[in-house]
T-cell receptor
Framework: AQSVSQHNHHVILSEAASLELGCNYSYGGTVNLFWYVQYPGQHLQLLLKYFSGDPLVKGIKGFEAEFIKSKFSFNLRKPSVQWSDTAEYFC????????????FGTGTRLTIIP | EPEVTQTPSHQVTQMGQEVILRCVPISNHLYFYWYRQILGQKVEFLVSFYNNEISEKSEIFDDQFSVERPDGSNFTLKIRSTKLEDSAMYFCASIRGSTDTQYFGPGTRLTVL
């Protein structure tokens, strides 16, 4: 079975700082990878996804993530964060066939200080 | 933009009672899911549903749980006899096709007293 690890539980940054949130997964086969964001009081929204092709994927709101197959990683990055990026960020993986379930990491709470 | 909706937003119930959580997936979506998130823990898969039958279920989804698509729009999760440990946020999700992205509803917070 697949699993996802997010090692940063709570990250606090000042506005304009650069962000990198770690995500590692374990699964022996081909995977689809996702980052979801949950703003306070709101539902899970897709930030970006990787299915195949270019391992550097760009998402909404200036976020990007890089799939490094050899490291089983899919880290989320943003060059300059804003106060409005304060949220919970979840990495998720699914097997790359069919309508597969998502397996989530424990999430990283990001707090941006103005 | 179409959205997945869920009702109620918050449900409080007594232990042992039955609850039904309702979801309206996006209208042309074909695959449906329930997940839950116990406070402070990660989002966990419960069950997936396609073509009026369960595709996959997790160990959490025991005999106390059931899902149904009673009509062309609703997708429900029933817990027959709630336990304290069922207290969680329950999320519904749907996708159009097998290579699509799952869209999540806002969740129902279930509190079992």
């Amino acid at each position: 079975a697949q699993s996802v690890s997010q090692h940063n539980h709570h990250v606090i940054l000042s506005e304009a700082a650069s962000l990198e949130l770690g995500c590692n997964y374990s699964y022996g086969g081909t995977v689809n990878l996702f980052w979801y964001v949950q703003y306070p009081g709101q539902h899970l929204q897709l930030l970006l996804k990787y299915f195949s092709g270019d391992p550097l994927v760009k998402g909404i709101k200036g976020f990007e993530a890089e799939f490094i197959k050899s490291k089983f990683s899919f880290n989320l990055r943003k060059p300059s964060v804003q106060w409005s990026d304060t949220a919970e960020y979840f990495c998720a993986v699914s097997r790359n066939f069919g309508n597969e379930k998502l397996t989530f990491g424990t999430g990283t709470r990001l707090t941006i200080i103005p | 933009e179409p959205e997945v909706t869920q009702t109620p937003s918050h449900q409080v119930t007594q232990m042992g009672q039955e609850v039904i959580l309702r979801c309206v997936p996006i209208s042309n979506h074909l695959y449906f899911y329930w997940y839950r998130q116990i406070l402070g823990q990660k989002v966990e898969f419960l069950v997936s549903f396609y073509n009026n039958e369960i595709s996959e279920k997790s160990e959490i989804f025991d005999d106390q749980f059931s899902v149904e698509r009673p009509d062309g729009s609703n997708f429900t999760l029933k817990i027959r006899s709630t336990k304290l440990e069922d207290s969680a946020m329950y999320f519904c999700a749907s996708i159009r096709g097998s290579t699509d992205t799952q869209y999540f509803g806002p969740g129902t917070r279930l509190t079992v007293l």
